[in-house]
């Protein structure tokens, strides 16, 4: 079965820092990649995603992931965090069905 | 415009209520879903339509029932509801139906934080 693997539940990073969050997913056939935001009380929205083509995929906030096959890996990177980047995220993949799997979301937080 | 809308927001009632979550989306798709968020920011799929279609339905007790009265809906009744029940409710919508679109890209509502007490 398809599954999503967050390493870290909570990031903390200092504003200005690099932001890396990790995801690893499992998969039978080559995947659909996504990342997705959620501030707090709100919903989800897309920071990105990687269908075919280039590996490396730039998202909305200056976010972007770099698709690697042979580590079964999407991380997502930011050069330079904002306190406004504080959010949970979270790596969803999407297999051979058509079902969605997340991971159980990272939350980042961004210090002063 | 809001693109996928909920109501309500909020929700507190009893154990052994029966309560409805209504969700709307103006973005044409033909898909929608409903999920479930738990206190530890877990998402599950619970339901997904298409085109008024059950096509996903998870190991989700028959308390909980969706309705599709047209694409553009779908809304969530609970019945007998119970603590274990407390949770965020996310709606969300994609283009498509998954079997055709070859990803699934989903838009997400605002969520309904549901409290059972």
């Known amino acids: 079965a398809q599954s999503v693997t967050q390493l870290g539940s909570h990031v903390s990073v200092s504003e200005g820092a690099l932001v890396l969050l990790r995801c690893n997913y499992s998969s039978s056939v080559p995947p659909y990649l996504f990342w997705y935001v959620q501030y707090p009380n709100q919903g989800l929205q897309l920071l990105l995603k990687y ?12 976010f972007e992931a770099e698709f690697k096959k042979s580590e079964t890996s999407f991380h997502l990177t930011k050069p330079s965090a904002h306190m406004s980047d504080a959010a949970e995220y979270f790596c969803a ?3 051979g069905s058509e079902k969605l799997v997340f991971g159980k979301g990272t939350k980042l937080t961004v210090n002063p | ?22 969700c709307e989306q103006n ?3 033909d898909t929608m879903y409903w999920y479930k968020q738990d ?8 339901f997904s339509y298409n085109n008024k279609e059950l096509i996903i339905n998870e190991t989700v007790p028959n308390r909980f ?22 949770a965020v409710y996310f709606c969300a919508s994609s283009p498509n ?21």
């Open chain 2, 1 to 22: 415009d809001t693109a996928v809308s909920q109501t309500p927001k909020y929700l507190v009632t009893q154990m052994g209520n029966d309560k409805s979550i209504k």
């Open chain 2, 39 to 46: 206190s530890k920011k877990f998402l599950k799929i619970m």
């Open chain 1, 93 to 95: 993949a999407q297999g």
């Open chain 2, 27 to 29: 973005l044409g798709h």
């Open chain 2, 65 to 86: 029932s969706p309705k599709s009265p047209d694409k553009a809906h779908l809304n969530l009744h609970i019945n007998s509801l119970e603590l274990g029940d407390s």
């Open chain 1, 51 to 62: 269908t075919t083509g280039a590996t490396l995929v730039k998202g909305i906030n200056g």
């Open chain 2, 97 to 117: 139906s998954p079997s055709r679109l070859p990803y699934n890209e989903q838009f997400f509502g605002p969520g309904t934080r549901l409290t059972v007490l």
